[in-house]
């Protein structure tokens, strides 16, 4: 029964043709579906306004204006697909990127991993072409590098592409889409392997997007993309994975639906830890019949069914919860205060604005935060104004609490700085629910 159910919302939802421009038109004053064009009619959460995540402030900055934009996401009734409507264009978010990979110790060990993986699966060589879509700064593509194996990164943030030149990846700085695909394949570089990995909730126009890997993808080709599970989002309560760089948030359901209609067939699935829990498809061209599809594709996709992602009254409790988080939260960031304790941050992650935003956490609670990443040492996290400092602050200051906001690397982050237990310091995790590692 189910089955026959989940075939009848895959033909509902008809193939779009891909648009010239991503941002979808208005009728009656809603918004449509960046898939299927359907009006957006039901809420799926509202975190107020927020600044974009990623557009730290420099001390010159404090004194101005600052945008906001609405983080309200939607759910379309017909394809499924959560969503955020386009306030601000990928050429403004991503052409100069805060965000360099390399500087997390767990997403290099993943990527590592991931390209012997595959490397072995699909039996890559000298003759093969590896393709990764967002190549950032190469902190995956320079294991093909290493291997021999022919790598051609594509990476629209001029600032993190020149890295990965440095560290001898092939980049192509452009935006990838239909139009950039068929330039790769004039230049003779279809590809073996294409990856996307956290790329596709910031793409605008999936449809030229998915249309692009298409056209890039050799007959025998396969193509994996990873992106946070919206069903880990629901079920954990991830809302402070919500921003504006990332337009849409997937389940297997809903992307599945869109390959289909541009001709792919998602093979198999990996469900990963990364990103608070991701998965990974694996897809190639319908014709491509050597690769039947494997059982955990239709085992994933009826325990999506099972928690009822093919309806819509699943999606209608998800903003109950999001409240409960931020009075939780805010409760003991009150009673810390109130006992005179000190909190500092770790990180000044995208995740980290959208959750101190949405809970008015400031400078009244948090007094500073520290991050690995020098392009953001001296600046401050927009919105909340709260000021980024090396990670050595924390052992100058002795807080009592470290408030951590990039929860997916939080062993990691533990683990590194063990240290501040030697003044009595703890540890607080704000999402599923806040908790405190003594
Ligand atoms: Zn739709």
Redesign the pocket.
């Known amino acids: 029964m189910r089955a026959s159910g989940i075939s009848k919302h895959m033909e509902a ?1 008809t193939i779009a043709k891909p648009t010239q421009n991503a941002k979808a038109t208005h009728t009656d004053g809603l918004c449509l ?6 009006p957006l009619r039901h809420t799926f959460v509202d975190l107020g306004m927020s600044p974009l995540c990623e557009s730290y402030l420099s001390v010159e900055q404090l004194n101005r204006m600052e945008p906001f934009y609405p983080l309200h996401v939607r759910v ?1 009734d ?4 959560v969503q955020l409507e386009e306030y601000v264009s990928p050429e403004d978010i991503f052409t100069e990127y805060a965000y360099f990979s390399s500087y997390s110790d767990t997403w290099l060990k993943h990527a590592s991993n991931y390209v012997d993986m595959i490397v072995d699966r699909l039996k890559l060589g000298r003759q093969s072409l590896a393709v990764e879509l967002a190549s950032n700064d190469g902190y995956l593509l320079q294991n093909f590098v290493r291997k021999g194996i022919p790598a051609l990164g594509v990476e629209p943030a001029a600032n993190v592409a020149k890295v990965a030149v440095e560290k001898g990846v092939p980049t192509l700085v452009k935006f990838f889409g239909c139009k950039t695909a068929q330039e790769m394949v004039a230049r003779g570089q279809q590809a073996d392997l294409i990856i996307g990995n956290n790329v596709l909730a910031q793409v605008p126009d999936l449809n030229d997007f998915v249309g692009g890997i298409r056209i890039a993808l050799k007959p025998g080709g396969v193509a994996t993309l990873e992106f946070p599970h919206l069903i880990r989002l629901m079920e954990e309560n991830q809302y402070d994975t919500i921003y504006h760089e990332h337009f849409s948030y997937f389940s297997l359901i809903a992307v599945e639906n869109i390959f289909r209609a541009h001709g792919l067939v998602l093979f198999d699935v990996d469900e990963i830890p990364t990103h608070g829990g991701s998965i990974r498809i694996y897809a190639r061209h319908a014709k491509d019949d050597s690769k039947p599809v494997h059982q955990r594709v239709t085992t994933l996709r009826s325990s999506e069914i099972s928690a009822g992602l093919a309806r819509m009254d699943a999606y209608s409790t998800f903003s109950d919860k999001v409240k409960e988080s931020k009075r939780s939260l805010l409760e003991f960031l009150i009673r810390a205060k109130g006992e005179g304790k000190s909190v500092a941050g770790y990180g000044a992650p995208g995740k980290g604005n959208t959750l101190l935003n949405y809970c008015g956490i400031r400078t009244d609670f948090v007094d500073f935060t520290v991050d690995r990443n020098p392009y953001k040492h001296g600046k401050f996290l927009p919105g909340t104004h709260i000021p980024i400092f090396p990670v050595e602050k924390i052992q100058e200051r002795k807080p009592d609490y470290v408030l951590i906001l990039p929860w997916n690397f939080k062993d990691e982050i533990v683990r590194q700085m063990a240290g501040i237990r030697e003044w009595g310091g703890k540890f607080v995790v704000p999402i599923p629910k806040v908790s405190v590692i003594a």
Do not use: V
Not at 78 to 81: A, G, Q
């Open positions: 939802a579906c960046r898939f299927c064009h359907n379309c017909k394809c499924f697909l």
